[in-house]
């Protein structure tokens, strides 16, 4: 009996699990022997090691961790290889990338939810082209995509700059990542350049000063051109739309063989009736038709209210004061035909339909549709005057400045030099001559869309103002206190009364 009881204590001592050499019960430990047993590797490191000798702690947890496959994602298959590491991202730069593109069929530059712009058409590219990865696409934020300024709908540029941090791959040129990105544009939109900058450069912010553009057909300074036409020729006109809308409702639906002519030879036959408009009444351009073209566009240098110049602005708006640096015109140019000159403004910045307003009321006072003061009052009365608007299709941005960033950084930052359109010149010539110009000509030739703003501005829009004591009655009693800001009231802060701040 005692032997069987002996066997039975053995057996279940083989059950039980040996105890690790050297391990003290916690009845018999000192004070502060389980500390020091354990070491540096911490209470349940220490106990781990000195209850399981045998354990490999670090295969354990290496074990514990879900792998990560080739794509990065936690618990996948590891690769075929064995390597279960993601790729590295390419690292993101702070660029400045200069664009040129025709506005033509784009709802202006910035971006306008179910609206095709120019940005949106960038940022495609972009991302396609794998400067902006997956997760940033869609979010300009992410990237922090700033543009130095807007164009509306129609409006072309040769030097337009948005900046953005784009992902560029170690060992990647500036010229490389162009011709990628161009690779999935359209012809009439092309990124010219990249520069590096600084990682807190806002194109909108660091950009000085803005020159547009406009172009024009040199007939619309012969005040004989597109001239007023009678009552009877309007009506006759008329008459002569209404009885050919069958025809030319046939004409969209047979093509340009309807007629018996082509493209070319009825814009063979509108060109030369747009020089007979040239023309008209014997007149020429001359030096000094260029000369009263440049007084009058010297009226808007300096600092102005522009606020009958604008969309939707008030005169007593802190942002209705803008300054223009130069405003100058060119000698005719020839393209497809058709002679041009070149309106240049420089400013610091522009307002809504500001610069297309100042060309309206340009010409308006040069063709003798307004009278000679009309746009000194334009530009001094509080009162608000209408203002032509002249079409859309002869402007463009053509550079934006960065004078005091260069002066900062020009020099010293990446080696990158000035942001300047310098080294763009030809790339910018020639996009004109290919897109922007004959697109102009032609369509002038084939859409008369300057002549019919001319022939607008002649008959109905401004005969009041040859004749200023003829003005309508409302007109006339208009007071202009009404318009001046209010003194003092309603608080509005910083000691000034109305609405305090600048804006």
Known sequence: EAEAEAERAAALAAE????????????????????????????QGGMNEQLFPDLDLAAAKAASKPR????????????????TDAPAKAPKRKVAVFIAYVGLGYAGMQRN???????????????????????????????????????????????????????????????????????KLPDTVRVLGIRRVTNGFNAKQQCDRRLYEYVLPVFAFNPHACAKLSR????????????????????????????????????AAKLEELR??????????????????????????????????????????????RYMVRFDVSEPFEVCGVR?????????????????????AMLATVRGSACENYMKEALSSPVPINTPLAPELGLFLHECVFKAY??????????????????????????????????????????????LFLKGLNTTS???????DKRPEHIRNIKVEDYLPKKGGGGGGRGRGGRGGRR
């Not at 008329?238 to 309807?258: I, N, T, Y």
């Not at 808007?300 to 008030?314: E, I, P, S």
């Open 16 to 43: 039980k699990p040996a105890k690790a050499a050297g391990y003290v019960p916690p009845s018999q430990r000192a004070a502060g022997a389980s500390s020091s047993a354990l070491g540096s590797k911490g209470f």
């Open 68 to 83: 990560r496959a080739a794509g990065g994602a936690a618990g996948g298959d590891e690769a075929a290889d064995g390597d």
């Open 113 to 183: 939810p179910g609206q095709k712009t120019i940005e949106s058409e960038l940022e495609r590219a972009f991302h396609e082209a794998g400067v902006i990865s997956d997760s940033n696409f869609g979010d300009p934020a992410k990237v922090q995509w700033s543009r130095a300024a807007r164009t509306d709908k129609g409006v072309s540029a040769v030097g337009q700059v948005v900046a953005l941090r784009m992902q560029m791959e170690a060992g990647a040129t500036m010229d490389a990542l162009r011709e990628r990105i161009n690779a």
């Open 232 to 267: 009877e020729e309007r009506v006759a006109a008329f008459e002569a739309r209404k009885s050919a809308l069958g025809e030319e409702q046939a004409r969209q639906q047979e093509g340009d063989e309807f007629d018996g002519k082509t493209e070319e030879e009825r814009y």
């Open 276 to 321: 007979k408009e040239e023309s008209a009444g014997g007149w020429e351009w001359t030096e000094d038709v260029r000369q009263r073209v440049k007084d009058t566009l010297s009226q808007y240098l300096g600092t102005h209210n522009f606020h009958n110049f604008a969309a939707r602005v008030k005169y007593t708006d802190s942002n209705a004061k």
């Open 340 to 360: 041009l000159v070149r309106c240049t403004v420089l400013g610091q910045s522009f307002m809504l339909n500001q610069i297309r307003k100042m060309i309206g």
């Open 406 to 451: 260069n002066d900062k950084w020009g020099q010293g930052h990446h080696d990158s030099g000035e942001l300047s359109m310098t080294d763009y010149r030809d790339q910018t010539d020639a996009f004109k001559l290919k897109h922007m110009y004959p697109h102009m000509a032609r369509t002038e030739v084939l859409e008369g869309t300057v002549a």
């Open 462 to 468: 401004f005969p009041y103002f040859l004749e200023p």
